[in-house]
């Protein structure tokens, strides 16, 4: 990484007082504003550039009336995708909706009946088991397994599910919090069961870009058969750091799955986009490049630096180090304190604020994330913090 983007992502910025959720809404969230935020899965890094040009430049207009996408959005999208990840999509084959959790519903309320049971692989991101509670729809979990090797996909449990009626399957993938990569060999194996039982898989790969040390995220679309029966989900917005611009992809294969997602689109009237959410996807998917390789490789090394530092002086906390995502599962589970008091211990003696587990499900009591997507500085106050309130217990 070159010294200069090195500085540029080491160089804390003050978020406090711009209405951020991380920051700003730490009192509501943890009943006190003195917390360092390790939480919001968003980053504390300045966006690429040249997004941050564009969006002025169009902001000096000063006139911003209804809007079509951005000229080359999907041309610099599909473009993105095969630099990339060696994928090749039509740009018909894209619509936009305001962000991913809105796209799963649209798919969910397009693609399903109220009979319908939907698959999601627990833990997961919270809004997966909102998605089937909020349409009504029946919700089957497929609990993920910690193994010696870290965590996999229960296929026997999977199949069996699927035999009994599931129509829809939420994939995570990269998996968001335990932060698999999917391999293409276990993805294939995921696209062919789903093929057999008629089941629809939404692939949620809004943190595909965040993947270390050789492991490589494949594309569902990029899967054998995957195009009768996937859906990709995807977006700058995680990328990049632009989620508070509220734009992203949905990118579907099978004109009939299309068609119907469209007609959703269209009846929640969410068919034109933001301007500035459409311009920063667009300049971003085009020149974000250098800027994506050095956060990727920042990340690693704070995620490195976390690792070394638990098993150093954390040992009672485990961990499984992430293949993918900005996000740090852990196993607080050790201390022998019950979910409720390892949370006041992190908040009212560490004085740090780490996604609490049970947003992902049950199988998150005990557990909590911590976002890594941050300056160097933050992650080692925040380790130094838990490792002082758990010494001086
Ligand atoms: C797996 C996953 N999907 C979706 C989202 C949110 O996407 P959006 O803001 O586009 O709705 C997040 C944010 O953390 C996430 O982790």
Request: proline fraction near 4%; include cysteine; charged fraction near 25%.
């Given at each position: 990484?070159?010294?200069?983007?090195?500085?540029?992502?080491?160089?804390?910025?003050?978020?406090?007082?711009?209405?951020?959720?991380?920051?700003?809404?730490?009192?509501?969230?943890?009943?006190?504003?003195?917390?360092?935020?390790?939480?919001?899965?968003?980053?504390?890094?300045?966006?690429?550039?040249?997004?941050?040009?564009?969006?002025?430049?169009?902001?000096?207009?000063?006139?911003?009336?209804?809007?079509?996408?951005?000229?080359?959005?999907?041309?610099?999208?599909?473009?993105?995708?095969?630099?990339?990840?060696?994928?090749?999509?039509?740009?018909?084959?894209?619509?936009?909706?305001?962000?991913?959790?809105?796209?799963?519903?649209?798919?969910?309320?397009?693609?399903?009946?109220?009979?319908?049971?939907?698959?999601?692989?627990?833990?997961?991101?919270?809004?997966?088991?909102?998605?089937?509670?909020?349409?009504?729809?029946?919700?089957?979990?497929?609990?993920l397994?910690?193994?010696?090797?870290g965590w996999r996909?229960?296929?026997?449990?999977?199949?069996?599910?699927?035999?009994?009626?599931?129509?829809?399957?939420?994939?995570?993938s990269p998996h968001?919090?335990v932060g698999r990569v999917w391999?293409?060999?276990?993805?294939?194996?995921?696209?062919?069961?789903?093929?057999?039982?008629?089941?629809?898989?939404?692939?949620?790969?809004?943190?595909?870009?965040?993947?270390?040390?050789?492991?490589?995220?494949?594309?569902?679309?990029?899967?054998?058969?995957?195009?009768?029966?996937?859906?990709?989900?995807?977006?700058?917005?995680?990328?990049?750091?632009?989620?508070?611009?509220?734009?992203?992809?949905?990118?579907?294969?099978?004109?009939?799955?299309?068609?119907?997602?469209?007609?959703?689109?269209?009846?929640?009237?969410?068919?034109?986009?933001?301007?500035?959410?459409?311009?920063?996807?667009?300049?971003?998917?085009?020149?974000?490049?250098?800027?994506?390789?050095?956060?990727?490789?920042?990340?690693?090394?704070?995620?490195?630096?976390?690792?070394?530092?638990?098993?150093?002086?954390?040992?009672?906390?485990?961990?499984?180090?992430q293949e993918g995502?900005?996000?740090?599962?852990?196993?607080?589970?050790?201390?022998?304190?019950?979910?409720?008091?390892?949370?006041?211990?992190?908040?009212?003696?560490?004085?740090?604020?780490?996604?609490?587990?049970?947003?992902?499900?049950?199988?998150?009591?005990?557990?909590?994330?911590?976002?890594?997507?941050?300056?160097?500085?933050?992650?080692?106050?925040?380790?130094?913090?838990?490792?002082?309130?758990?010494?001086?217990?």
């Amino acid at each position: 990484m070159r010294q200069e983007m090195r500085s540029y992502l080491d160089t804390p910025v003050d978020r406090r007082g711009t209405n951020c959720e991380k920051w700003d809404m730490l009192g509501q969230h943890f009943g006190r504003d003195d917390l360092l935020a390790m939480w919001v899965a968003d980053m504390d890094f300045r966006t690429v550039p040249q997004v941050r040009d564009a969006l002025v430049e169009r902001a000096d207009h000063a006139i911003y009336g209804y809007t079509d996408n951005s000229a080359g959005e999907r041309e610099a999208e599909a473009g993105w995708l095969w630099r990339r990840h060696g994928l090749k999509v039509k740009t018909d084959w894209i619509q936009y909706s305001p962000g991913v959790v809105d796209s799963i519903f649209f798919c969910v309320s397009s693609l399903t009946g109220p009979e319908d049971a939907i698959l999601i692989q627990s833990p997961v991101y919270g809004p997966f088991f909102r998605a089937a509670k909020l349409f009504e729809r029946k919700l089957v979990t497929s609990p993920l397994i910690c193994g010696e090797s870290g965590w996999r996909m229960d296929f026997d449990d999977l199949e069996a599910k699927f035999a009994q009626g599931v129509r829809m399957m939420i994939l995570c993938s990269p998996h968001n919090p335990v932060g698999r990569v999917w391999t293409r060999e276990e993805l294939q194996r995921l696209v062919d069961l789903a093929a057999r039982y008629n089941v629809i898989i939404v692939s949620d790969e809004i943190h595909a870009d965040f993947t270390f040390d050789g492991h490589r995220q494949t594309r569902i679309l990029a899967l054998d058969g995957a195009e009768r029966n996937c859906i990709m989900l995807t977006s700058a917005t995680k990328s990049f750091n632009l989620a508070g611009l509220r734009h992203s992809s949905i990118i579907v294969s099978n004109p009939d799955l299309r068609g119907r997602i469209s007609n959703a689109l269209i009846r929640a009237h969410a068919t034109s986009p933001n301007i500035f959410g459409s311009i920063a996807q667009t300049t971003a998917y085009r020149f974000g490049d250098e800027w994506m390789d050095a956060v990727v490789e920042y990340i690693r090394e704070n995620r490195d630096y976390t690792v070394e530092f638990l098993r150093e002086r954390l040992p009672e906390i485990g961990c499984v180090p992430q293949e993918g995502t900005y996000l740090m599962w852990l196993d607080f589970t050790g201390l022998g304190l019950s979910h409720e008091d390892v949370l006041s211990l992190l908040v009212n003696k560490a004085h740090v604020a780490l996604n609490e587990g049970l947003f992902f499900g049950e199988e998150g009591r005990g557990w909590f994330r911590m976002n890594l997507a941050t300056p160097r500085v933050n992650v080692e106050k925040t380790l130094e913090n838990i490792s002082n309130a758990i010494r001086s217990r």
